[in-house]
């Protein structure tokens, strides 16, 4: 017998002795299991439940009452999202599921393997169901949430039977002003146990807090620190987020740990009494860094401090003045800041109407004056770099250099030297004086890597440094200058999928993943018209005069698929302008390129038989009384064949969605 199970075997033997001795001698097994079990063993009793009750605690709430619950921890569920599908990945095929449940123990959303989620549906181990202890006896969640510490239940340790298949670790999650908000688990089968699991969660607990506290106090100065350097920007780090008059407005866990205080006295009073050095004195040090960071003595302890979010001007001022740079111009938390200027594109700008567009503009809107990398994901040309250039010019570095680098369109031997730059005669073929690269030119500014999931793996690790330590060195040279840059990064590619494929290495994943923002393809948005008036609008700058679509060019257009999208849009535009006469100016859809028009064309259907034509007639014994019911069958039976796209079915119809939507009665 392996170590391994002579250990579980202990284990086991341990369990039915400490389950005896407790359920049927009324004794307490002190030395045969965790005291965390037995104190929860011994709540489940006063809580009146029984070991071998095989319905006890398996209802749940309806669909209606969970999507209430869900909107109300909308903020949690937000944030936790990227991690849940992170932690997911690390454990997938594993036989288990990571979820995520509210303050009291609700399951608010869940994702696993499927053949465990079948088994745990049976124990209402789903979304919508109550974990709490007092309804389901001891279990992780359940657990977690009366100790307020991360737990591990395993096997015979729930106090229910009928769990006792599961093998559950959980985590306290608690908010940015310290109230536990909810609880983040893995659950799988007993027999698939793995000892590491329970510090992923805590680890995974540990930033989804971090995530929290950065998302309620983007708009405060936040001042991060640890005793250990290397442990800056980890979730082990501690935040206090700082006022422009510099008083504590809250600090996570991790910081109250490290300064060994309470919240009452941390929180609301001033830097200075806390850290024991003005705020003004600490930020005058970290601008003379290179590295961003700066040693502090606090009490008996050296803490490593960096700065972070809205950082303040060089002139801030003490409380003891009426009013601040920061007091005198605030920027309200969800308004996008605009650059009016003559021909600049801001974010603003870019709002056409579509509602996932907007969701993406309002998000990093939020980050605008904060030092949080965006990352721009969507499909080949659905306007990542536009969305850029607008972020850029939206912010306070409008005024700075904006530099790109597409990381799929040069050479792998020449990125490292376009993106780091080097110093003369670095290598054969450079030139004398050599060159600074795209980092060092965008010092101040903004820089965009485009394609970002195609850079190699060797300059990710070089990439991750400079963003670590916020300075680069030149190909050839010793010396390291320090840059300040707002990055913003963007790719076609689901860089998760790279992580998992090893073409993408983690650490810097989660360095450039600050803030994600999804584009929509152009075929999925609802702004069309919208869109293709302003694009219109500026080629008629060089057109000479304004132009107008008709109906007919309109449908059309919403009618294609747009595989191209923004791109191939605008070039369609171009095109279709440069086909109208001298005193034309209203485009019909004979001035629509070719292409666009032969995709329009109803295709031969492959299968002639009622059931694949969506154009046969109904039979006559269920003949529809009007011509609208007879196009509102027709659009159904295409939709139903096109397996429920929206998009397939206009474009096999000859018609545009808004259109096909009319027919269906859904508008």
Known sequence: MGQLDLTAGLHGQRLLEARELFFQQGDAPVDLIEPTILRSW???????????????????IDRLALKTEQEHNRCLLVQSRPILAHVYEQIRDSGSMVILADANGLLLETVGDPDFVG????????????????????????????????????????????????????????GPDGRLVGVLDISGDYRSYQHHTLGLVRMSAALLERHLFEATHGGSMLVCFHVRADYLGSPGEGIAAISCDGEILAMNRQGLKILGLRPVDAVHRDFSMVFETELNTLLDRLRLQIRGSCELRVGRQTLHLQLRGQLPTPTLVTRTLEISPCQAAPRPAAAPVAVQSSGVMTLDHLATGDPRLQLAIDRASRILNRDIPLLIQGESGAGKEMFAKAFHQSGPRHEQAFVALNCASIPETLIESELFGYQGGAFTGARKEGSPGKIQQAHGGTLFLDEIGDMPLNLQARLLRVLQERCVTPLGSNRAIAVDISLVCATHRKLRNEVAAGRFREDLYYRLNGLAVTLPPLRERSDLRVLVGKLATAEAVNHGQPVQFTENALQCIEAYDWPGNIRQLYNVIRVTMAMLDPDEHLIDRHHLPEELLEDLLPRPAEDSSPLHDPWAPAPLDNAPGSLEEIGRQVALRTLEAAGGNISAAARQLGISRNTLYRKLGRM
């Open 42 to 60: 011994e709540r489940c009793r006063r809580f009146g439940l029984i070991e071998n009750d095989p319905l006890s605690g398996l209802s749940s």
């Open 119 to 174: 088994r745990a549906d049976r124990v209402a181990l789903s979304a919508g169901a109550s974990w709490d202890e007092n309804l389901r006896g001891t279990n992780a969640i359940g657990t977690a949430l009366s100790e307020e510490c991360p737990v591990e239940v395993h096997g015979g340790e729930h106090f229910l039977e009928h769990n006792a298949f599961l093998t559950c670790c959980a985590s306290p999650i608690f």
